[in-house]
């Protein structure tokens, strides 16, 4: 591969990274703040971090039980993984968001809102 072609690949590569980084972390705002339940943030952003630290601790394991263990399968596996973790969180964000909008409105509490007091 020519040093031109590998230097654009790369350079293409790092800015998908970038933009995929803004986007998880907008994400990630979104989940842990714009819909936790008022009442309990502090308890969710608690298990959210948790998250966090759970990440780095699991990875190596994981990746040498799958991609380093069965090779291209284990990389397969691995992607199918990350892609239904990805598809679930999907969906309970749509649905998060739904109940909030829903709440908010005052449909399921009988036109009070959920934030305030009854």
Do not use: K
Not at 76 to 94: T, Y
């Amino acid at each position: 591969m020519p040093t031109w072609s590998a230097s654009v690949i790369l350079l293409a590569a790092a800015v998908l990274h970038t933009f995929a980084e803004i986007l998880s972390q907008a994400g990630a705002w979104g989940l842990s703040f714009e819909l936790a339940d008022p009442v309990r943030a502090s308890a969710n952003q608690g298990v959210f971090g948790v998250g966090f630290s759970v990440g780095p601790l699991a990875a190596p394991i994981i990746v040498n039980a799958t991609a380093i263990t069965y090779g291209f399968i284990g990389w397969v596996v691995l992607g199918a993984v990350f892609l239904a973790s990805a598809v679930g969180i999907w969906m309970i964000a749509r649905r998060a968001s739904a109940m909030a909008a829903r709440d908010a409105s005052g449909h399921a509490t009988g036109g009070i809102p959920a934030s305030e007091p009854a």
